[in-house]
């Protein structure tokens, strides 16, 4: 993509956010912008959504964010095969009793509802993809398959791109604000933008087959795994249900650093592959597709460039053990879209864009750190680590999921110093953290209080706080000209949130019944008092414009 835009060309499509890619990342992007308003087009060149069963594993937040915009039943419903599929097995063949799990229930005990409305979801992408272009389409997204992005020019005011029907031949001129690109992990536009990455490179990389076998659920039994890890030495590889009788995907390690070539995949090999891994010389194997895919880590040395932001794959690249890097990017896209929506909306100043980079950058750094250790615990066929790598067991894989914050970025009063994952889940307001999750009544009613974030930032008091938090919420509003939403926590009469089993709001947020606490469109804490004030009017309006400045 080195032809510049031709800046003669007559524009014939002008719209706020222009976004190349419509895998995950992408349609979450048009998902998120949808429901903020914000006119968006999206450009991608297959013809349509995926048609491969990978990328399945949707995390604690992602699937929260996608009970915000309102799809999490529709979700649920396209991976209602898989709901009852939940640990992980490590064996050397499905053969008999051996081998082990390394966790038998994603949430065992139930333990998660203290601290989401939601829970983890398997949804591979070809179910997952087609859930989100039609409520992004229903949202009045402007998404243009089969169509090429041929070449862009940013400028100090805007992004000028040139695509191209696939189907057509024709050529569209389209003149965005901003341009977000999700176009994956060899991204043409952060190529041309010249931006570096960091990190080791490339970890390892695998064949996807998929195939039909009716006796493998003999096989395989009452185990319902998300994947069996088989450590055969002569045949190793990873094995993944798609519909628990008869449709499967195995990974097998592939090795072209050392000259091994595609072609040598034959049907016939992986077949016998595949046999010797499950540990039955005769299984019925009917090989329907492969596709090749490659590991990384890698990340980006800037997630902004002017006009231009890149977001998931194009950003960041991960080990695939923990489906970390789908997850990272969906929740890149829904920090940028919230951000993007205040600027475009002109109640944010361009500085809040650059948060994004500040905030979404480190997260990146520490999770793709997290998930090759991952890959090394769980022996990922292909993956050999270098000397040292691994040591003691990852615990604690919510306070990555869940419990990650950021310490630097649209935030007041967080620790500048803070790990951006920490050693245990603290999700106790503090400013940078995920606000927590509080079953409470609104209008008769029970919700999370998770689900009054997304269009605008939050206030929460006490109802009976004597400093007039509320007030001064709601006149900021209409002075600032600001979505700002302000409820009142209690069980009076003047409360419009009650909380369930008499839990003390304040106490799990940190701060006290005469302070507040201050939430960002996203559901990260923007900023909190812990008491009294000599103005409330003025705390909160200080706090407001030093967020939406991002100074």
């Known amino acids: 993509m080195n032809q510049r835009a031709d800046q003669t060309d007559h524009t014939t499509h002008r719209v706020p956010v222009l976004i190349v890619g419509g895998s995950l990342v992408g349609l979450s992007t048009s998902l998120f912008l949808g429901r903020l308003g914000v006119r968006h087009t999206l450009v991608e060149r297959h013809a349509g959504t995926s048609i491969h069963p990978r990328g399945r594993g949707n995390n604690v937040r992602t699937m929260e964010l996608f009970r915000a915009a309102g799809v999490e039943p529709m979700i649920r419903q396209a991976a209602a095969t898989l709901a009852d599929n939940h640990g992980i097995l490590q064996t050397p063949t499905l053969v008999g009793d051996a081998g082990e799990w390394l966790f038998r229930e994603i949430d065992p005990g139930g333990g998660l509802a203290r601290f989401s409305p939601s829970s983890w979801c398997l949804c591979s992408q070809n179910d997952l993809e087609p859930v ?20 862009f020019d940013s400028d100090p005011s805007g992004v000028t791109a040139m695509v191209k029907s696939r189907q ?21 536009v952060r190529e041309q933008l010249g931006i570096a990455q960091s990190g080791p490179g490339d970890l390892f990389s ?22 069996c890890y088989l450590t055969n030495p002569d045949a190793d590889g990873a094995l993944l249900p798609v519909d ?74 991960m080990s695939p053990t923990g489906a970390f890097g789908s997850n990272t990017g969906i929740q890149d896209a829904h920090n ?3 951000k993007l929506a205040a600027v475009v909306g002109g109640w944010a100043g361009e500085g809040l864009l650059d948060t994004y980079d500040a905030e979404r950058r480190p997260v990146a750094e520490a999770t793709s750190a997290r998930a090759a250790a991952r890959s090394v615990e769980h022996s990922h ?23 990650y914050r950021y310490p630097q970025g649209a935030v007041v009063g967080a620790d500048p110093t803070a790990p951006v994952v920490p050693e245990r889940l603290d999700l106790s307001g503090e400013p940078g953290s995920r606000a927590p999750h509080l079953s409470v009544r609104h209008r008769g009613e029970q919700i999370s209080t998770l689900d009054l974030y997304e269009r605008s930032f939050v206030l929460l008091s006490d109802a009976d706080e004597p400093n007039g938090w509320h007030e001064a919420a709601l006149r900021l509003a209409e002075e600032m000209s600001i979505p700002l939403t302000s409820y009142r926590m209690g069980d009076g009469p003047d409360a419009e949130l009650t909380p369930e089993g008499g839990t003390d709001w304040s106490a799990a947020h940190g ?7 201050l939430v960002r469109p996203d559901g990260f804490v923007a900023w909190r008092s812990s008491g009294p004030v000599p103005d409330a009017a003025s705390a909160l309006r200080h706090a407001l414009t030093t967020l939406l400045a991002a100074v």
């Open 132 to 151: 989100l272009l039609d409520h992004a389409t229903r949202l009045g997204g402007d998404l243009r398959y089969a169509t090429e992005l041929l070449s």
């Open 168 to 188: 057509t031949g024709e050529h569209t001129a389209i003149r965005a604000d901003y341009l977000v690109a999700a176009d994956g992990p060899r991204s043409p």
């Open 206 to 227: 695998n064949i996807s087959i998929t195939f039909r076998s009716r006796r493998l659920p003999e096989v395989v039994g009452d185990r319902r795994f998300i994947v």
């Open 244 to 317: 628990n009788r008869e449709n499967w995907v195995f990974h097998a390690p592939w090795h072209p650093e050392n000259g091994e070539t595609l072609e040598e995949f034959t049907d016939e090999r992986c077949v016998e592959h595949i046999r010797r891994a499950v540990g039955v010389t005769d299984l019925d194997v009917q090989v329907t597709g492969k596709a090749p895919w490659h590991a990384a880590q890698r990340v980006a040395r800037s997630y902004r460039a002017g006009r231009v932001f890149l977001a998931g794959d194009s950003a960041h690249e």
């Open 336 to 338: 940028l879209a919230w």
């Open 381 to 403: 066929p292909g993956f050999a680590p270098p000397p040292g790598a691994g040591g003691a067991p990852q615990r604690g894989i919510l306070n990555v999921a869940l419990g």
């Open 511 to 517: 701060t006290t019944p005469a302070g507040a606490v």
